[in-house]
């Protein structure tokens, strides 16, 4: 049965030992010696400890194999290490010699070389001890980077190739007012009603292989339906599926910086705005108080140096000049204090009972007065009241409506010198007064240059005038004035024009009637 054992062991890596009661080698197998100690002491008559000292202190469990109170005894993942070499590990296992080859109980001590499987088990645990660290560091960068993702101020969303979000940060939740539930698995037109630029921005990130897209700015909506302007940008990442991408927009609030913006834009279209004004205004002033001014003073000269050379027709005349060119400017001071007050909000709209046909008749007879032979003024009124109205002397009733008397004066004033001024050669100037039941309306029609396209746009701004107006005295003011006097009854202006064949100016003015 030895010869059998024998074979049995050199088919694994096993040496062993056969030691009687006294712990006495009494047979070695050859390879057992580099499993040793010392290799010289492993030989039949020394003591087994002498060899293999791991077995020191295990006397009791051997005694107990030998008397067969104990099966066997294991002793496992013993390490031998040399300078020169590998770490060599072995087992060892004692158990009972139940052959009679020698007298007495002896034992029989199996020394297997486990160096393979030992260091194959450090290489697993190795192994598995360099997944766990690396899966904690994966774990720990996952965690980070959706720290990063939650915590970043500007709105995350990852899509599909087809738009459908797949991811949210916190901040995109904040800013479009939706829970992350109700936007994972739905279009990105949920909240961004031009997603076609979206796609326009996808397809040219795929364009510029990989590199991140210009910004583009969208208007989106939140929950409430409020509009709010984002800056996307865009980027590709590819997915597990190899040709599958998703994109990933980065986008933040501008909504502010916009209106900043815009305000800033305002502010500079105003201060523009101001300058030019100010360029007419010094333009207007040297111009329009220039002559008068001129008249003033020649006259004053002509007075003064040759007093007793003038006849008294000729003094009453520069007098009259005088007095014209003061009442001239007079008036030009008071339509520039009118637009000031009306600029700063301190023109005031004072009503009160006007006989209306009255106030408009009169205007036009004060008009003829001072336009020349070659104008006539045609005035016309249709009255389509429920009462007909017929001027009356002041004892009879007469129905009176309730607008600001000064105000009215300076929009038919304006209007009417406007048609007589712009038509140099002469012509018709009609001027109709409709009254109904809601509103009156004055329509004054001229036969004068008319109005270009091009300065019909300003036509109301202060200090604009026509392009065509050429040498014809004015301030630009009149019309500028008009219009406010109109705003400040409820009411509205409109006119045609066509160069060479006249303008028509039309007024509307609610009504309220006074019994």
């Known amino acids: 049965m030895i010869n059998l054992f024998k074979k049995l062991l050199s088919s694994r890596q096993t040496e062993y030992l056969i030691i009687n009661s006294q712990l006495k080698i009494l047979e070695v197998s050859n390879g057992v010696k580099r499993f040793t100690e010392s290799p010289e002491l492993a030989v039949p008559g020394e003591n087994i400890q002498n060899s293999f000292p791991e077995l020191i202190g295990s006397e009791k469990a051997l005694k107990e194999v030998i008397s067969g109170k104990r099966e066997s005894f294991e002793y496992e993942g013993i390490a031998k290490y040399s300078r020169q070499e590998d770490p060599l590990y072995f087992d060892i296992i004692v158990i009972s010699d139940l052959d009679n080859h020698y007298q007495g109980r002896n034992l029989i001590v199996l020394v297997e070389d486990v160096t393979e499987k030992m260091v194959m088990q450090q290489q697993l645990t190795q192994s598995a001890n360099e997944s766990h660290l690396l899966l904690s560091a994966l774990t720990a960068s996952q965690d980070y980077i959706n720290k990063i993702i939650n915590y970043m101020a500007d709105a995350l969303f990852v899509t599909t190739s087809s738009g459908v979000i797949k991811t949210i940060n916190h901040a995109a939740e904040i800013l479009f007012d939706y829970p992350e539930k109700e936007l994972l698995g739905k279009e990105i037109s949920l ?10 921005a996808r397809q040219k990130h795929l364009l510029l292989q990989g590199k991140v897209s210009q910004d583009v700015e969208l208007i989106c909506y939140n929950q409430s339906g409020e509009q709010i302007i984002v800056e996307f940008s865009c980027s590709i990442i590819q997915t597990n599926v190899e040709g599958v991408n998703n994109f ?24 523009r705005d101001m300058r030019e004004l100010r360029g007419r205004f010094f333009s207007m002033v040297t111009h329009e108080f220039g002559n008068p001014l001129n008249t003033v003073l020649l006259s004053t000269q002509m ?7 003038i006849t008294e027709e000729e003094k009453s005349q520069y007098l009259l000049f005088i007095e014209e060119s003061t009442q001239e400017m007079l008036e030009l001071l008071e339509d520039v204090r009118f637009i000031g007050k009306a600029d700063a909000g301190k023109l005031q709209y004072r009503p009160e009972p006007v006989d209306l046909i009255q106030l408009s008749s009169h205007i036009v007879n004060s008009m003829k007065v001072t336009a020349s032979d070659k104008h006539i003024i045609d005035f016309k009124v249709d009255n389509k009241l429920s009462t007909n109205y017929e001027f009356k002397s002041d004892n009879d009733e007469i129905e009176f409506f309730l607008m600001d008397d000064k105000l009215i004066r300076h929009i038919l004033n ?7 001024k712009y038509s140099p050669t002469g012509g018709h100037v009609d001027f109709q007064l409709t009254l109904d039941e809601k509103k009156a309306i004055f329509s004054i029609k001229d036969e004068g240059i008319g109005i270009p396209v091009e300065s019909q746009k300003n036509l109301f701004e202060s200090f604009h005038r026509a392009s065509n107006v050429g040498k014809i005295s004015g301030t630009g003011l009149g019309l500028s004035i008009v219009k406010q006097c109109v705003e400040l009854h409820g009411g509205k202006i409109n006119f045609s024009s066509e160069v060479g064949k006249g303008t028509t100016f039309i007024v509307e003015i609610p009504l309220k009637i006074l019994s």
């Open 414 to 420: 304006n209007l009417l010198s406007n048609a007589i």
């Open 191 to 200: 909240i961004i009603p031009q997603e076609n630029l979206l796609h326009k």
């Open 303 to 309: 007075l003064r140096s040759y007093e007793d050379q």
């Open 248 to 271: 990933v927009y980065i986008g933040r609030d501008i909504t502010e910086r916009k209106k900043e913006e815009e305000k800033i834009l305002q502010d500079l279209e105003q201060e």
